[in-house]
Structure formats: structure tokens, C-alpha cells
């Protein structure tokens, strides 16, 4: 039986185990596709049926969909899981703070505590402009690390999971990272920074670097797409500047998982950080001097 189908206080009984809480994520990955679908079916995208269009800075856009999206599965969370957090893109007024986030009752969270951290769909300007590439990322983290959690691909039906100590996989296939061990070979992932990004010019330096010592450098459009390629050696490195932990979570649980190395540029941790490096071991050590 679904853990969305039980009961609730049957639901409260179920152990937060990592296993279990992949489950919970996997689900409510679901849950948010079938909207996502229920959309796209109405054709409720930009420039059709008055979809509101919301500008959070500039080169930043969402819509009133991944607002809505991010409100039913607060209300699955809430529901299911009364004393966990949850921290959404889209409604959060703090910067994340895995030791301070409220409870879905408004009982402070102790430490030991569940949040789930959720991107409704990580790539919104690539959804909105009916460009195929964008995904769902909901993250358990607990004590300021992530011990579960899924990125959905809804349009090729792909689905990068991880628990912790238990390996990644997609689809229920194991994924290792790469192999590489030269950076010439290495393929690379980046998310471009908004236009007004304060700090242009470094990435703009890191990014001819990149493109002068790897053999190739891509960028999607979907920092949570990214980093779920690098785990699945599809990618041999990764790095990004002005990311919010929704971006980042579940990412960083399924590269570990996977066998490769995170860090973030400015020794933070992962969910203060704006600005993180990953990369396959063969290639760390290689990638790390580039971009220091």
C-alpha cells in the first residue's frame, strides 16, 4: 500500500527510515508530475489560458503552477507527516536553515527532525517556454544532510532516487559515476547565473576555464537534471554559482550514493552555499585546482 493511501495515524507509525522516506519522496515526485501533466493537458503554459507568470528577479521566472504544486504537497506532508518540516522554493521568506524550519504543526523541529525540501519543477522557464527538459526535486534531510529523496524527469519518465546507504539509482537501476580520470575527456555540467548576478565575471572566468580544459561543457536549463547526470556518469563534473538548497539536495545525496565527490567553492555548508563543485574522483583533484 501507498504511504499517501494510509491512513494518518496508521502513516505516523511508519519509521522515518531512509528506505521509507525515498518512498514518501518518489510519491510526492508523482504526485507533482500528475499535475504537471493535468497542465500540460489544459495547456495551462505560457501565453495560454492566462497562466500567471510571476518574475522573481530577473532571468527568474516561475508560474502559478509550481506554486500551486508546492502547496498540495505541503498539504500530502502535513498530512501524512504532521511533525516534519517542509521548505519549498517557492514559499520560503528565509534562507534555508535545516535547525530552524518550522514544523508543519508550528512545533519548532528538533535536529533529529525530518524537513523536506522541494523544487516543484526545477527548470520553470525551460516548462514555461515548452522546452522539454525540467524536473521535480524533493529532498529529506535530516540534521543538515540529506538521507533521501528522488528527481522526477516527467518527460522521459526518468526517476534518479537515492537513500542513504543504500546506493543510487534510476529506475531502480544501480548508478555509478564515471570512470574519467582525464579532464580533457571529462564532460562538464553548469547552470548559468541570472543576468544580474553579482558575481558575472568569476563564473564567466570559470566557464572559459571549463571550456578550454574539458572536452565539452553542457548546460540544461535544470541544476537538479545536472547533478542527477553526474551520479549517473552521464556527467563527469559539475559547478554552480547563486543555487538554493532545493536545488541542491537531493543532487548532493545521489552523487555521494553514487561514488562521487561534492563540495561547495566557499567552504560552507552544502545548504548555506550558493555556490558548489562536484565532480567524479578520477577527475576531483584535476577539477578542483580549475576552479580554484
Known amino acids: 500500500m501507498s504511504l499517501m ?5 496508521e502513516a505516523a507509525g ?9 518512498q514518501t519522496a518518489e510519491e510526492l515526485a508523482r504526485a507533482a508530475a500528475a499535475l504537471i501533466q493535468q497542465a500540460l493537458e489544459k495547456r495551462v503554459i505560457a501565453g495560454a489560458s492566462g497562466t ?18 508546492e502547496k498540495h504537497l505541503r498539504q500530502l506532508v502535513t498530512l501524512r507527516h504532521p511533525g516534519h518540516g517542509f521548505f519549498g522554493e517557492e514559499g520560503h521568506e528565509q534562507p534555508f536553515n535545516p535547525m530552524a524550519v518550522s514544523g508543519n504543526n508550528r512545533r519548532a523541529v528538533e535536529d ?8 516543484p519543477i526545477d527548470g520553470s522557464a525551460n516548462f514555461l517556454r515548452g522546452y522539454p527538459h525540467y524536473s521535480i526535486s524533493i529532498a529529506a534531510v535530516q540534521a ?10 516527467p518527460i522521459r519518465h526518468e526517476c534518479f532516487a537515492a537513500a542513504k546507504g543504500g546506493g543510487a539509482q534510476c529506475n531502480d537501476q544501480a548508478m555509478l559515476i564515471s570512470r574519467t580520470t582525464d579532464l580533457m575527456r571529462a564532460l562538464a555540467g553548469t547552470v548559468f547565473p ?26 540544461s536549463g535544470s541544476m537538479a537534471l545536472e547533478m542527477a547526470y553526474l551520479a549517473a556518469g552521464r556527467l563527469d563534473v559539475f559547478w554552480e554559482r547563486g543555487m538554493g538548497a532545493w ?4 543532487g548532493v545525496l545521489l552523487i555521494q550514493e553514487a561514488g562521487g565527490e561534492v563540495w561547495t567553492l566557499d567552504g560552507l555548508p552544502w545548504w548555506q552555499s550558493q555556490a558548489l563543485a562536484a565532480a567524479a574522483p578520477g577527475v576531483r583533484q584535476a577539477w578542483e585546482g580549475l576552479l580554484a
Open 194 to 219: 541570472k543576468p544580474s548576478a553579482p558575481f558575472m565575471d568569476q563564473y564567466l572566468r570559470e566557464l572559459g576555464l571549463a571550456m578550454r580544459a574539458c572536452g565539452g561543457v553542457r548546460r
Open 14 to 22: 511508519v519509521p522515518d527510515t531512509p528506505a521509507m522516506l525515498r
Open 112 to 119: 533529529s527532525a525530518i524537513v523536506w525540501v522541494v523544487d
Open 5 to 9: 493511501s494510509l491512513p494518518r495515524d
Open 52 to 69: 500567471s507568470l510571476i518574475e522573481k528577479a530577473p532571468g527568474d521566472w516561475s508560474s502559478e503552477l509550481d506554486a500551486a504544486i
Open 144 to 153: 543538515g544532510e540529506p538521507v533521501a529523496g528522488c528527481i522526477l524527469d
Open 247 to 250: 536545488d541542491a539536495a537531493v
